[in-house]
Structure formats: structure tokens, C-alpha cells
């Protein structure tokens, strides 16, 4: 052997054993990490992981993009954010324990996503989550009516999205089931956070009177003597549509006015009505 090729195999052999070296740290790290158990305690709920399929239809419905952000109350082992964040979103996971916290800020880096998956040690009900433009939970259902108020104080058309459990009588907006590569918690419940409009309301043409049951409108509209029921009348976030003696209103409901147009047997036209009390 000559003195180059003995250089040459020296480095060779240097490499290899930094390698091993290094894989050998790494497969330490992992083993050292802390590994969770399907159904150990947490504050409020247990820890049972979202089945990755239904965690990708979760956010398919709530239609997440690059402009969102994602913020899941009790986020486990981090799965929802980190998947979120792979879609381009900014996701924070709201989680209490601490060991649960660490691990998903390991998986977020291995995942490549540290810069728009962040993860807080805190407890969700003493938790600020008004700047979320999307929700998701896997909780239980007193827990979920326990959010339910600051939920609907988020602003209209904030997307909520629920393994499993419903939010008491306010009903789901979408209901869906994934089958392949789920077994178990399957089913995502979603809603949009509904615009606030019960009360009273000035049209041009008269007085509009909302009653409303979360997205689910009634009321009347009075002109002059006339005064004609509202039919079929629905929230989705700021978007309002209802029906008044065979017109069909649809408009934007942006804090204390509402515009859009209407259709009736007469043509289309425009409406815009102001808040005229509550
Ligand atoms: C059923 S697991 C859902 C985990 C994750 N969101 C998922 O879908 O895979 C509920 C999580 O909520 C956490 N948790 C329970 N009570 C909490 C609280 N008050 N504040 C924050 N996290 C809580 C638990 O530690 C657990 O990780």
C-alpha cells in the first residue's frame, strides 16, 4: 500500500466510524425520548392520538392553507399541527403536560416544520386561541360545551373542526367519516363560528327582526301593515341567506350592517339593512 492509498483508507475508516457514531447517538436519542401511552392521563382528557387519515380530512374540511392559522386545543403528540403546518399553515398546539409539549416540538423539527409549528405548555381553558382562523379538538363533549361561548366569540366564519364529539345543540355544519386507514375515532364534526345578527334591523323596505338559534335563522320582515315571516334563513360565518315573501335575500354580515342581493319574482336587485337595536 502506498502512502496515498493508506491516506485514503485511513479517512475511509475515520468517515465510517463518525457515521456509526453518529447513528448510534441518534438511535440513543430516540430511544431516550419520551414515549407516550394511548389512554394516560392529561388535566381534563386522556391521550388517544387522531388516526392520521381522519387528522388530514380534519383539515381538508376546514379548508386549511398557507394563510391560516391552525390552533389545536390539547394537542397531544402534536400530529394536527405538524400536518397543518406541512399544508404551509402557522400552527400552535395548546398542550398541559410538559413531556407531551417537548416530544411535539421533537416531532415538529424531525418533520422539518420548527418554523410554523409551535407548541405551548398551558392549559387550554386559561388560553387565549381568538387569533386561530382554524380550531381542531379531540376533547369531550362537557369539555367542548365548556368552549362552546369563547368559541362563538370568535370571529365569523372561524373553522372548527371536532373528533368525534359535538358541541351540545349547536349542530354540526358537516359531518364526515373516514374509512380506509381508520379504525377507531373516525368521524370529524365541523362548523363555521356563525356572525351574530338577532335583533332588530332597518332595510329600506322595512324592519327586518332576527331571531337566531347559532346558524339557524327566523324572524320577520314588517312593511307598513305587510308583515311576511322569514323562511329558511341560515348562517354560514358572515354569510346570511333567508327567504321573505318569495324573495330570496343572500348578503355579508359585517358587525352592524348587512348588504347583498335579492331575487324575486320582480328581477335582482340589492339590499343593505342597518342594526337598529339587539
Ligand atoms: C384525546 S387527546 C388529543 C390529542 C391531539 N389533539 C390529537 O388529536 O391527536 C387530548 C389531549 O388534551 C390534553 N389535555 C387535557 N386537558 C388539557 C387541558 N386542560 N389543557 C391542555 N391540554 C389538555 C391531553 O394531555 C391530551 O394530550
Request: charge should be neutral.
Amino acid at each position: 500500500m502506498n502512502a496515498s492509498q493508506f491516506v485514503r483508507q485511513s479517512l475511509l475508516a475515520l468517515c465510517l466510524s463518525v457515521t456509526t457514531a453518529c447513528g448510534f447517538v441518534q438511535l440513543q436519542l430516540e430511544k431516550d425520548q419520551y414515549q407516550p401511552q394511548v389512554g394516560q392521563e392529561g388535566k381534563d382528557v386522556i391521550w388517544v392520538p387522531t388516526p392520521q387519515a381522519l387528522v388530514e380530512k380534519m383539515l381538508d374540511m376546514a379548508k386549511v392553507t398557507p394563510e391560516d392559522y391552525v390552533i389545536d386545543l390539547g394537542s397531544g403528540d402534536g400530529r394536527t399541527v405538524i400536518t397543518a403546518a406541512k399544508r404551509g399553515a402557522r400552527a400552535l398546539g395548546i398542550e398541559y403536560n410538559p413531556d407531551m409539549v417537548e416530544l411535539s416540538k421533537h416531532n415538529a423539527a424531525k418533520a422539518g416544520v420548527s418554523d410554523r409549528a409551535a407548541f405551548v405548555k398551558a392549559d387550554l381553558f386559561e388560553s387565549d386561541f381568538s387569533q386561530a382562523t382554524a380550531i381542531t379538538l379531540f376533547l369531550l363533549p362537557d369539555i367542548n360545551l365548556k368552549l362552546r361561548p369563547k368559541i362563538l366569540d370568535l370571529k365569523p366564519g372561524t373553522r372548527i373542526v371536532s373528533n368525534s364529539f359535538t358541541m351540545g345543540d349547536w349542530q354540526a355544519d358537516e359531518t364526515a367519516t373516514v374509512g380506509n386507514g381508520c379504525s377507531s375515532w373516525c368521524t370529524a364534526l365541523f362548523w363555521l363560528v356563525p356572525a351574530k345578527v338577532e335583533g332588530s334591523w332597518q332595510l329600506p323596505q322595512g324592519a327586518l327582526t332576527l331571531k337566531q338559534n347559532f346558524q339557524m335563522v327566523s324572524g320577520e320582515l314588517k312593511s307598513g301593515a305587510n308583515s311576511t315571516p322569514i323562511t329558511n334563513g341560515k348562517l354560514r360565518g358572515d354569510q346570511i341567506a333567508f327567504t321573505a315573501g318569495g324573495a330570496q335575500y343572500a348578503g355579508r354580515v359585517s358587525g352592524d350592517a348587512m348588504q347583498g342581493s335579492v331575487q324575486s319574482g320582480g328581477g335582482n336587485g340589492q339590499w343593505s339593512a342597518t342594526r337598529a337595536g339587539k
